[in-house]
C-alpha cells in the first residue's frame, strides 16, 4: 500500500521555467509535510516543510502548496536553474508515528 | 561537525554472510533511523530509535536488527544477507519525531 503518491516520475524543464511536483496521500493523520531533495551519491536534505494548518509555504525560490480538503500538497520551483536538477521526494508523518513514509521520487532535469 | 556519518560507503557480500553497518551522529540527537532505497521505490523506513535504549520496527523490518549502542550510534546488522536486500542503506537523526531529519551520505550494499 502506496501512502504517497509522487507525480511525475520524471521532469525536464528549460532554464528559468517553473516546476511543478504532485503528491498525494490518504492517510488523513498525516500531520507533517517535507520535501527532501537528493543529488547523486548523496543523501536526501530537507528543502522546505509545511504543516496542514497553512495553505501555502514560500522559501526563496521554492513554494509548498497544501490542499488538505483534497489531501494534495505540491513543490514549485520558480526560475529553475540547472543546479536544482536533482531527484525530489515528497513525504509525510503521522501524528502518532515515528519516521517517514516517502513518494517515489521525481528527476528534475533543468536545460541550460 | 560531521553531522550523521555511515560506514561503509560501498560492500559486497555473498548470500548468506552476515555484516554490521555503522551509523553516529554528532549533533545531540535523541532519535535516529534506518530507511532503504530502492529504485523507483523512494525511502522505506527499515528501524527507528526514538530515543537511547529503545527500538521499534519500521515498514520492512524483516532479515534485519539494529543496536542503539549509546545516544551517537545506531547500527543496523544483516544476519545472513539475500540479494533482495541489495540496496542503499541511509541512516538519519533528529531532535525528536517532530524535528526535521538529517540523513547521512549512505552505504550501497550489493549482495550476490
Known amino acids: 500500500q502506496q501512502q504517497v503518491k509522487q507525480s511525475p516520475q520524471s521532469l525536464i524543464v528549460q532554464k528559468g521555467g517553473i516546476s511543478i511536483i504532485n503528491c498525494a496521500y490518504e492517510n488523513t493523520a498525516f500531520d507533517y509535510f517535507p520535501w527532501y531533495q537528493q543529488f547523486p551519491g548523496k543523501g536526501p536534505a530537507l528543502l522546505i516543510a509545511?504543516?496542514?494548518?497553512?495553505s501555502e509555504k514560500k522559501e526563496g525560490r521554492f513554494t509548498i502548496s497544501f490542499n488538505k480538503s483534497a489531501k494534495q500538497f505540491s513543490l514549485h520551483i520558480m526560475d529553475s536553474q540547472p543546479g536544482d536538477s536533482a531527484t525530489y521526494f515528497c513525504?509525510?508523518?503521522?501524528?502518532?508515528?515515528?519516521?517517514?513514509?516517502f513518494g517515489k521520487g521525481t528527476h528534475l532535469i533543468i536545460q541550460p | 561537525n560531521a553531522g550523521v556519518t555511515q560506514t561503509p560507503k560501498f560492500q559486497v557480500l555473498k548470500t548468506g554472510q552476515s555484516m554490521t553497518l555503522q551509523c553516529a551522529q554528532d549533533?545531540?540527537?535523541?532519535?535516529m533511523y534506518w530507511y532503504r532505497q530502492d529504485p523507483g521505490m523512494g525511502l522505506r523506513l527499515i528501524y527507528y530509535?526514538?530515543?537511547?535504549?529503545?527500538?521499534d520496527k519500521g515498514e520492512v523490518p524483516n532479515g534485519y536488527n539494529v543496536s542503539r549502542l549509546n545516544k551517537r550510534e545506531f547500527s543496523l546488522r544483516l544476519e545472513s544477507a539475500a540479494p533482495s536486500q541489495t540496496s542503499v542503506y541511509f541512516c538519519?537523526?533528529?531532535?525528536?519525531?517532530?524535528?526535521?531529519?538529517?540523513f547521512g551520505p549512505g552505504t550501497r550494499l550489493t549482495v550476490l
Open positions: 538519519a537523526s533528529s531532535e525528536g519525531r517532530n524535528n526535521e531529519q538529517f
Open positions: 530509535s526514538a530515543s537511547e535504549g529503545t527500538t
Open positions: 549533533m545531540n540527537h535523541n532519535s
Open positions: 509545511i504543516r496542514p494548518d497553512v
Open positions: 513525504a509525510a508523518r503521522s501524528g502518532g508515528a515515528d519516521g517517514l513514509t
